[in-house]
Every structure is written in C-alpha cells, then in structure tokens.
C-alpha cells in the first residue's frame, strides 16, 4: 500500500513517476478516515487541500518541473506550529479562536521542499505532560494499544506516523516531547542542537534565550526518512536567535567511538529496556565501531537542574499567560 512506503521511497517513487501524488494523498487519508475516530491524532485535517496540492505536484511531475526532495509527499504537522489562517491550540482552551498569521518558518521549509501538509496533530495543552490529552478535542491513543499513552508531548505526531497515517513530519522537544512518543510508539525522532532547526512560529514561543530547552525536530518510521526531513528543515532563519549559518555535513566516521550507558546512575531500567540498549551495542559493535561502557561524572544532580528550567521556570511564564489570556478570552470558560 502507498501509505506504508517509507518517506524516502516515496518521494523516489514521485520524482520517477511509479506513484502519484494524487493516490499517495488519497491513501493517507483513507488511513486517516478509518483509524483516526480509535486514535484522535488530528486535530485539524486538512483533506481538501491536501487534494489539491496533490494535484499540483502531479502536475509539476508531469511536466517536468524542477522538484524538491519532499516533492508530493504528504506530512504532518504537531499543533504548536502556526500554520497561516488556522488555529495553533497548543491543546489549550486560551488559544483555540488564535489563528496564524503566517507559516512557521518550519512549515514553510517543508512546503518548499515539496511536502503536503495533511493536517495538525494533538498535544497537551502547553506541551507540559509526558501524555496527550487536553480539553479540546481530548485523549490520543497509542495506534499499538488503544488502551496505553503514544507519549507526549508529540503523541499526535506519533500516533499518526506509526498507523501509517503519516509518513513523518515535525514535533518540538525540551524534556522529551519527540524522544519519548518516539519510544512509545516505536518510530525515531530527533532532537537536534537548538537552532538547527528553526523555533520562529512555535507556541508557546522557544526562539528565545528563555527557550534554549524547546527544539522543533523531524518524527518519521525509521533514521534515515528523519535525517531526509532534517535536510529540508535545517537552516539559518534570523527570526529565531539561536540559528546560525553553519551548514550540514556528512560527518567522518573515522575513529568514532560509542559510548554505552546502560542506566543512570541507579535509576532502575526495565528489563526490556536494558535488552534492547545492549542489543544496539552490539550491533554496532558488529558495525566495526568501538563500543566502550561508561558512566557519566558529576551529572547526578542533572535531573534536579533540568525541573528547574523546565517545570518551575516555565511555569511562572505559563502563569502570566494564563492570566493574559483571561482578559482577552471570549469562549467558554476553561472548566465549563
């Protein structure tokens, strides 16, 4: 089926002609129509202009148009990221009548590489839980057992790549929010060094020293589809301070030593877990690489600072929004 193809095929198979834009949308969005009532992943679906632009690309195809590397493929979007004309929740009542201006600079990065936006994907209402539920459109399930969490705060994200909904597309991480609906749901993410990928147009607002925590970064099936949704993404954007003009390169893996870490410190770790960590080891040991154990120095009071800046910092931000947003708030009350 179209929508199980990986990203990386699929957008090969557009630029060659063996799949159309047009069946590669409709398929995704078959998906999205019998799963998404179990899931609820999205919060806004965007099926008519999917269709569209799929037209479009299929069109630029055909004559022969120059295409981008996401040309006709279809992602996704998670809901802190504006998207011009409709409304960036970021699975908060205060938000739902805020509606974007423009693209985030992310979003627009995407449609320049050719990619269709299919819809926006559920959070938590500020991002803040390790779940995703909130009082707009509520509870997302995981796709694997609708009866556990697909992580947060990018669970919608998730959600919707591992049902085959989406092949990929982008969530946000300051504690964990792509990592761990990564982990949940068995897809890959990738949180990469702030300023990577541009913040500008992200809610709550990370493109800012008080943001050095909150990254955007690509979710996708699988490690090289992420690194092709990096390359879109990747690069300067002076609305967000923490960019800088430093281009990718293929690093030299010479001499490149992994680090094996079992467990911090003596938090304990599931069995499962630990089988799996050692498992990765040793496949990258059978790689050729050296795979050498090891136990951080001077980090166990790591996690203490980590709350500090990203619970009780934020929190007294979150406050004065939610008290902002009391003054301007015309719909119903947060608890009606």
Request: charged share 20%.
């Amino acid at each position: 089926m179209p929508n199980h193809l990986t990203l990386r095929e699929t957008a090969k198979q557009v630029r060659t002609r063996k799949l159309s834009p047009v069946e590669l949308v409709e398929a995704h969005l078959r998906q999205i129509d019998r799963l998404n009532p179990s899931l609820n992943a999205f919060v806004v679906l965007l099926a008519e202009e999917a269709r569209e632009q799929a037209r479009e690309a299929e069109r630029r195809v055909m004559t022969g148009e120059a295409l981008g590397p996401l040309h006709g493929v279809p992602v996704t979007i998670k809901d802190s990221f504006d998207m011009e004309g409709l409304p960036t929740t970021c699975g908060s009542r205060f938000f739902r009548e805020r509606r974007a201006a423009h693209d985030s600079t992310a979003v627009r990065r995407l449609r320049a590489a050719g990619a269709i936006p299919l819809g926006k994907t559920n959070c938590p209402e500020f991002l803040g839980n390790y779940e995703t539920d909130n009082y707009i459109i509520g509870r997302t399930n995981n796709p694997w057992d609708l009866e556990r969490t697909p992580g947060g705060s990018s669970g919608g994200e998730s959600a919707a790549i591992a049902s085959f909904c989406s092949p990929g597309g982008i969530g946000s991480d300051g504690g964990g929010s792509i990592r761990v609906p990564a982990h949940c749901t068995g897809i890959a993410g990738l949180k990469p060094t702030p300023g990577r990928v541009s913040a500008a147009g992200h809610v709550p607002e990370i493109a800012h020293p008080g943001g050095l925590l909150g990254v955007g970064g690509p979710m996708a099936r699988n490690a090289r589809d992420v690194k092709l949704l990096f390359e879109a993404l990747a690069g300067y954007d002076s609305d967000d301070p923490f960019s800088a003009p430093v281009p990718l390169r293929t690093p030299d893996l010479g001499g490149l030593r992994i680090g094996l870490m079992e467990q911090f410190y003596d938090v304990p770790v599931q069995p499962a877990i630990l089988d799996t960590v050692r498992r990765a080891a040793k496949t990258a040991g059978s790689l050729g690489f050296p795979v050498e154990p090891f136990q951080p120095r001077g980090l166990e009071r790591a996690p203490n600072l980590w709350w500090f800046f990203f619970g009780q910092v934020p929190a007294r931000m979150t406050k004065a929004l939610i008290a902002a947003a009391r003054t301007t708030r015309t719909g119903p009350a947060p608890n009606s």
